[in-house]
């Protein structure tokens, strides 16, 4: 039964028939899932880039000697009396003044409405930097003060003329004078870097918000996690892999870790709180405890990847070094380590991405809370309290303030960010050590 | 020296797990001369090999039992460690397995790890002298920095040969050095064989029965994990005694 090879038979037809449809779900389900993630970037970026962008007001402020100097004396405890709240008088009385002499018409606004465009922390700011360097105290100088988050948002589309009739933290005079004094160069927008810098801030204060103490707490856990997950991971898995006897210990082991790996990470949460703080006694909210919850975490996720790149390092350079007469310990720290070095590099490059990113078990050992100071540098600062980026996204997507979710969107950006840099420095340590045997 | 085992084996049985792969064999290897191993795949002529420089020791299952002495000392013995034993006897490989660094550190390793040369110079002088002696010099000089694994593959099992006769072994063990080799490296190798017999007690392992013929002296035919017949090559391929030996060089098993 032989006919033309021109003519494809039922049974051929149907195979590619087969192919065909195989094809054609695979292109969908890519599709589907490039979609998604181009929708997710979309929305991340259109919402989170704003935060990058900052309004500021910038106007002479003198700092006069009667007023805040009062006993003059140049005592920096005696002007800590002067509290935030007089400071935050000064600073609209300046704002006002600059106004008039701009030639500015204000219509019916007071100066204290006027105040109410200035961010509260701005005060405070003002405040620091008198109380560091006295000597200011009798100048005038060129302030820059954070614009109220609802100036901030009018300028970043989330306040408009008709919200901000039915909104008592602002109103449109308010809004009206703002574009008077952009157009006067009073009002200026501006790369934001106190987004980077600043500590959180409270619930009204959305525009003073910053990642600082948050980077930092997951800078010192990503380096508890680093000098403490490395060493151990690696060394657990060169003995299991290169000394431990085969047997049903070494199996049930073996098991548990693949196990460890996959459990919810919110109990390595509840395991660092009992474990750490309430039977090792230490702070809560600290880097060192984060920390060191995340090594219990990223443990077997680095042990992992780390037997299968000793794994593929071939026996042959195992009997090699063996048959020249160097020992087990020689064997694998001058031949074998070496060579799974990329593999247990890129795995540790994952795993503390993975860490970086988690938030569950965090919750649980109380770094969620308000944190204003930062942390010292370590050793000392990792037991200071400190918050963590991925906790940071989640507390400010719970606050009220729509200024708020340009933040929390802004700092998913800096954490894709962090996380990109991470996964690149693994591309590229996997590419320069290729296996080269 | 001729004339003089090196190293004797008495009913060594070797088990893996349950299997049992070699039984009672009794070996007397000449010191310089090359001692050929032959017989069928799976045989036990490669376990007998790996017994000699206690590579077996690696394989967890692996039992090895019997008496095997190396200038009368049981190595075996619990006081012996591996390790010292395997300074002495070197092994090279059925495939090159050079290490993927220069080729100077391939060989200097050896040295290196049993400090065996005071100095740079010394090491350099060691590092040659092996080369040398594995006749690759000329290939290799004006690149002693160029990784190992860049070589071809007859100068791969070369480097391997002067990786492993760095550290002066006495007893050097191959395992089928030719088998992944093309015609005109196996030659350049048999060749250095027979110029190392000079020196070292070599043992090799071969399939190739004409291999066997053209480099040792001596030659033990295993077949189904014993020994059936062990005498001077020459008289194993003309006049064998065992009329299984007869079949297989005749070609009818194996």
Redesign the interface.
Known sequence: MSGSLLIQDARTQKRHAAERRFRTYGLLAISLAMAALLWLLLSIFSQGMPAFRQTFLTFPVTLDAAVLDQEANRNPAEMAKITTIFYGKHLARALADEITALGIATGTMTAKDIGAMISEQSAADLRDRVLADPGLIGTTISFTALANGRIDGYYKGRVSMASAAKDKNTSPAKLALADKLRAAGVLTIDFNLGFLTRPDASDKRPEAAGLGIAVVGSLYMMLVVLVLALPIAVGTAVYLEEFA??NRWSDLIEVNISNLAAVPSIVYGILGLALFINFGGLPRSAPIVGGLVLVLLTLPRIIIPTRAALKAV?P????????????RL?TVT??VLP?AMPGILTGTIIGLAQALGESAPLLLIGMVAFVRDFPAAPPAGLFDPAAALPVQIYNWTQRGDPGFVERASGAIIVLLVFLLVMNAVAIYLRRKYER?? | MKDTNKIEARRVQVHYGQNHALRDVDVDILDKTVTAFIGPSGCGKSTFLRCL?R?ND?I?TCRVQGLITMDGEDIYDARVDP?????RV??V?Q?P????KSIYDNVA??PK??GLARNKAELDEMVELAIRKAALWNEVKDRMQA?G?SLSGGQQQRL?IA??IA?SPEVLLMDEPCSALDPIATAQIEELIDDLRAQFCVVIVTHSMQQAARVSQRTAFFHLGSLVEYGETGQIFTNPRDPRTESYITGRIG
């Open positions: 006897p085969r071939p042959s350079i195992r009997d090699a070094a063996l048959a020249i007469g160097a020992s020689q001058h031949h060579l080269r045997w | 420089n590579m690696t967890p390790v010292q034993l395997r300074a070197g092994m490989f495939k397995n050079p290490f993927p390793y050896g790890i049993h990784p694994t391997c990786r492993a550290t």
